[in-house]
Nanobody, 122 residues
């Protein structure tokens, strides 16, 4: 089984920075895509940023130029560096892992972390 454990959420003032981390544990051989989604109150969950195992990254337009996603494949870890935070970035942030290989078995369904609350307020 795979578990995703997130850390780094909290309260920050507008214009500030936070760094989120997520570690995937289990007998994992590889993970195709890791990244972050978020869900603000009253809204649907949306993609923030994801990175494939070989490098290409995809960002939501609303975070381009402010957020950076990165991975450490050896540690099955994904990070989200968030700069120039805005009140509208307030949300629960979820780590995601898609396309996980455990031993010789490929699992296409996504795994999710429990979520981190990020609050941007003065």
């Amino acid at each position: 089984q795979v578990q995703l454990v997130e850390s780094g959420g909290g309260v920050v003032q507008p214009g500030g920075s936070l760094r989120l981390s997520c570690v995937a544990s289990g007998s994992i051989s590889s993970i195709n895509v890791m990244g972050w989604y978020r869900q603000a109150p009253g809204k649907d969950r949306e993609l923030v940023a994801v990175e494939t195992r070989v490098g290409p990254r995809n960002y939501a337009d609303s975070v381009k130029g402010r957020f950076t996603v990165s991975r450490d494949n050896d540690k099955n870890t994904v990070y989200l560096q968030m700069n120039s935070l805005k009140p509208e970035d307030t949300a629960v942030y979820y780590c995601s892992a898609v396309g996980v290989t455990i031993g010789d078995t490929f699992y296409g369904a996504p795994y999710w972390g429990k979520g981190l609350l990020v609050t941007v307020a003065s």
